[in-house]
């Protein structure tokens, strides 16, 4: 297993290895991008401050990284004892994701620090790439400290100017990270906000920024708040459930996570970017072949539900699971749920039920059976669970669910990234592989990029997604073409898309105030067959019934869909208007396109196809019809042709483009 520990060489080491580049001076120093279009520029006096510019431009005016540790110790006056510099360019193959063949290719500066008032010795650590600027601090092995409390992190992201943003604001510590990415001034954002990475900017005409972080491991998670100084946001780190006057506890050496301020001209290329996984370890173990990316089949968006066709009372039963798993089956799908209340009603009293027992199941409900049952139709099991009960019954129920013969589990309702639910989170990630399972993860925050590490980790929420429409109407077709810009490439994201069941906005209610008590969602069903092809997910978990999707026009899209891709490229792109996507699986593309509120025809140029003749199936809206209507198309397609999608209000369309020859 890779040592990220061992990764950090001891201090004193490293001292004598730069003490001749050391200059005494504290002078501005500068590291730019392998192209020359990105540079960062560090100056240390009485602290930490760096600047960030593209094109020669200023993107991130002099902003301050400024540490205190517990007992309000400031870290901020620092001597340079020597700089190293590294460039790097490497390639690595990915398990699954957006890309398979990744280039890492970057220039590093590293500050090696002494602070004077404490004697305590520092790291920090630039580098620059093609598409971003990351940069971390270190504390290295020492006399000076064995362990340390950090009480806050406050790392200025300073805009040059008044800028247009997308934020979340989940208000609170304790989140799901489930809102909406709402269009504000850079000014609007105000002293009570608790604002979610990512953050999108459009700093100017020619440059698009996210504020986020990478390889978040055994350290508190970053929100964003206002700052007093003008256009400029700050790190606010979650602080201890219990005690919260320290974010991080931590032992020499350590890492922080990496602070990320991803760039680009047009917002399509970020969503093509690898800078998040680049600045991950490697995979943690030799054996990747046991995890599947793959498409599932769910019981719980209409369990309990409108399934007329099904011919007994769905529910928490085996008859239910069956049912389903033949559903995936048919779709050449890899994975059925099994969600809640399999091994208990797992609530009580506002909060996780105590009395319950995740290794035995309910009657009605036998686990290995829907095993066995599910591997010979082709299909496999993953299991939902509580994370308190996870907690409580990992090291039994993990090796119990191996003998069962279960593939994976859904963990969920975590609602926090405070250091202790960071480290929950690796250390399920870390068992789960050790038994062979892979991971989704619900109530969940957002991805750093450790998916890289731990591959079995093929999903997440901590997104609004599709079983919002359950009860409310926020999901709105502007949310959707948002979220590829904010949430969506962070990575995995499980917003279990394509209902059948399509209205307009004018004709969406609830669940409770529908005729049958199923499900709407006010987009297309155009716009809904994208999404496995606009958002990234290795784990694509499809929300309807298989009583609506088999009598659905457009069903035979979904079939055999592919969930891991070997390329990604952005064909078309306005955030919060539209997006066109199209993704490589071997020799055949998929392409989704979605439309906000506003019809339109987007025009597509074919040439991503590359040489060769393609048999083309377009699915397009009907703007003239149903929302649940589509228009199918066939022909041969190469790269020379174009293709004009009429998408309605709230639509999208989609395509595969076989190779023939």
Known sequence: MYNRINAIVPYMIVV?????????????????????????????????????????????????????LADNIQLHDF???????????????????????????????????????TDIFMDLYFRAYNDGIAFRYGFPEQESIKSFNIGKEETQFAFPDEC????????????????????????????DQLIGM?????????????????????????????????????????????????????????????????????????????????????????????????AAAWDWWWCNSYMPDAGFEPGPNQQTMKYFIDFASEMGWEYQIVDWQWYGEPFADGGANPNVDITTCIDGINIEELVDYAASKGVKIIVWLHWEHLQKQMDEALALYEKWGVSGIKVDFMDRQDQD???????????????KLVVDFHGAYKPTGVSRTYP?????????????????????PEHNVTLPFTRGLLGEMDYTPVSFNNV???????????DNGSPMVQTTRCQQMAMPVVYESAFTVFC???????????????????????????????????????????????????????????????????????????FEDDPDDSPSKTVRKEFVATDNDSLTFVMAEGGGGVGVFEKIK
């Open 198 to 294: 990512p953050l999108l900017a459009e700093v100017n005409d020619s440059c698009y920024a996210v504020i986020t972080e990478a390889d978040l491991t055994d350290w508190a998670g970053a929100f964003l708040v206002s700052d007093s100084k003008q256009n400029t946001i700050v790190t606010n780190l979650a602080p201890h459930p219990e005690d919260t006057l320290i974010a991080v506890t931590r032992e020499t050496p350590a890492l922080s996570p990496w602070r990320v301020i991803m760039v680009a001209k047009t917002p399509g290329k970020l969503i093509e970017s690898d800078l998040i996984a680049n600045l991950n370890d490697p995979v943690a173990f030799d054996d990747c072949s046991w995890i599947r990316p793959g």
């Open 456 to 476: 079995n980790l093929i999903t997440r929420e901590g997104v609004m997604g599709n079983e919002y429409n359950k009860w409310s109407n926020r999901v709105t």
């Open 164 to 191: 247009k943003v997308w934020r979340a604001d989940y208000q609170n510590y304790r989140s799901s990270q489930e809102q909406e990415f709402m269009n504000v001034s850079i000014s609007d954002i105000t002293a």
């Open 79 to 117: 001597e340079l004892l020597g700089t190293e510099e590294q460039k790097v360019n490497e390639s690595w193959e990915r398990v699954w994701g957006k890309k398979k063949d990744v280039v890492n290719n970057y220039n590093e500066l590293v500050f090696h620090l002494r602070e004077k008032s």
């Open 504 to 514: 307009s906005p004018d004709e969406f209610v609830t669940e409770d105030k529908s």
């Open 544 to 618: 309807d019934s298989p009583d609506n999707y088999l009598k659905g026009n457009g069903v035979e899209f979904l079939k055999n869909i592919p969930t891991t891709w070997d390329e990604t490229k952005v064909l078309a792109a306005v955030v919060g208007d539209y997006v066109a996507i199209a993704r490589r699986a071997g020799t055949t593309w998929y392409m989704g396109a979605m439309t906000d509120g506003t019809s339109r025809e987007l025009s597509i140029d074919l040439s991503f196809l590359g040489e060769g003749q393609y048999n083309a199936v377009i």
């Open 16 to 68: 004598l290895l730069v003490s001749l580049a050391s200059c005494g001076k504290q002078i501005p120093k500068i590291v730019n991008s392998p192209d020359n279009n990105i540079s960062a520029k560090i100056i240390l006096n009485q602290g930490i401050q760096y600047e960030v510019f593209f094109n020669k431009d200023n993107i991130i005016d002099t902003s301050v990284i400024d540490i205190t």
């Open 421 to 435: 639910m960071v480290n929950f989170y690796h250390e399920v990630a870390r068992k789960a592989a050790d038994h």
